[in-house]
């Protein structure tokens, strides 16, 4: 079995996906170029953003993987950002349809991000300062509290733009609360296994949490299953 990962963050999917992907899938090994998989392998692209991850690299992925023809499936990893997951997967869907784009002998799995990979990060309960006391992150708490309320549910607090850049602001508060930095270029903790397994007790404890997150633990575990038997 070979998967093709092609992930919108130009940084912080890029580091994190693997050092999670070791954890989760250690029977498959990282190769550099797409056309290096034999068995058991994983490629990983950085598409750089959104739209450009779909109406650009996912064509060409799609090309690639015919081309190759050795791959079981392909995985878009994306931010639902101020859409719903359902319109962010149909938007890819009715892309697809318009340039009669079809992958061959493989599979598409969409793993749509709500609202952003650090709305992901915001489930590990272990980061969470009980009873803050400083502002902004007294603020936010007040507003969401992510340690009791599912984050992909939060929305987006007045002072800011969009969700997305309220929910990474509210980790990088969290983080820094514990003498901790967080970044998009510099995730640190968060590719620990630790860190995984917070976010996994997470989903374990609270099953309507994280819906998102739990859509790639159960392809990840699909996987595992089929590389196991």
């Not at 070979?2 to 050092?19: D, M, Q």
């Not at 002072?159 to 510099?186: M, P, Q, V």
Request: proline fraction near 4%; hydrophobic fraction near 35%.
């Amino acid at each position: 079995m070979n998967i093709y990962f092609l992930v919108e963050g130009k940084s912080t999917e890029r580091k994190v996906y693997p050092a999670w992907l070791a954890h989760l899938l250690p029977e498959l090994q990282r190769v550099k170029n797409y056309n290096d998989v034999v068995k058991n392998n994983y490629y990983l692209f950085s598409a750089n953003g959104y739209p450009s991850i779909i109406y650009e690299h996912l064509p060409n992925a799609i090309a690639d993987m015919n081309a190759n023809g050795n791959y079981s499936y392909l995985v878009v990893c994306l931010d639902a950002e101020e859409v719903t997951v359902d319109y962010r997967k149909q938007e890819i869907k009715d892309f697809l349809g318009s340039q009669s784009c079809v992958l061959e002998n493989a599979h598409i799995v969409l793993i749509i991000q709500n609202r952003c990979f650090e709305t992901w990060c915001l489930g590990n309960k272990k980061i969470y300062t009980k009873n803050p006391s400083e502002h902004p992150l007294l603020t936010y708490t007040r507003y969401y509290d992510v340690s009791v309320n599912c984050p992909e549910l939060m929305g987006r607090y007045p002072d800011f733009s969009t969700h997305a850049k309220f929910h990474e602001a509210y980790l990088k508060e969290l983080f820094r609360s514990k003498n901790i930095s967080y970044s998009k270029s510099n995730p640190g903790d968060v590719i620990k296994l630790f860190y995984l397994e917070e976010l996994l007790k997470r989903v374990q404890n609270e099953t309507e949490h994280l819906p998102s997150f739990q859509s790639f633990i159960n392809f990840c575990n699909i996987v595992k299953g089929k590389l196991t038997n």
